[in-house]
């Protein structure tokens, strides 16, 4: 079989659809709806076990995405402070899309951040080094429509 450049252009421009179509991503889509007129659309790490909507007694509301290392991705219309981000050893950072966020470390070595953007209090907890780029890009990717 001869194989041509052109043969291969073709065969690239083919494959180029599915490249969008999260089948070489490791990234599935959701979306949280913070109100009936703002959804957020997310992407969420593959791999989580479960996920589970909450709402507090007054009203919040919460999307979380457990995983089995005990990693947690979530997303909350509650923008009050997490219990564990201790501000005065954690200073706040400009974010991506606006707002602010934290970033830390809890024992044994495993990372957190949190994120107050759009109206709306996002983050992970319990996040091992080798994993975070993934939850970053998730938490860098948070669109409110």
């Not at 996040?127 to 993934?134: E, F, G, Q, S």
Request: hydrophobic share 40%; aromatic share 16%.
């Amino acid at each position: 079989m001869n194989i041509t450049p052109i043969k291969i252009s073709v065969f690239l421009l083919l494959l180029l659809p599915a490249a969008g179509c999260g089948l070489f991503s490791d990234f599935k889509k959701a979306q949280f709806d913070a109100s009936v007129n703002r959804p957020v659309a997310l992407q969420v790490p593959k791999g989580y076990k479960k996920s589970e909507w909450t709402t507090d007694s007054a009203g919040f509301k919460t999307l979380t995405f457990f995983y089995s290392g005990g990693q947690e991705l979530y997303f909350s219309t509650n923008k009050a402070l997490s219990p564990w981000i201790d501000t005065a050893g954690h200073m706040p950072k400009p974010h991506l899309n606006g707002g602010i966020f934290y970033k830390g470390i809890l024992p044994p070595l495993k990372l957190w951040r949190e994120v107050y953007s759009q109206q709306l209090r996002f983050g992970y907890r319990n996040v091992p080094l080798h994993a975070v780029p993934d939850f970053d890009s998730a938490l860098n990717y948070v669109r409110v429509y």
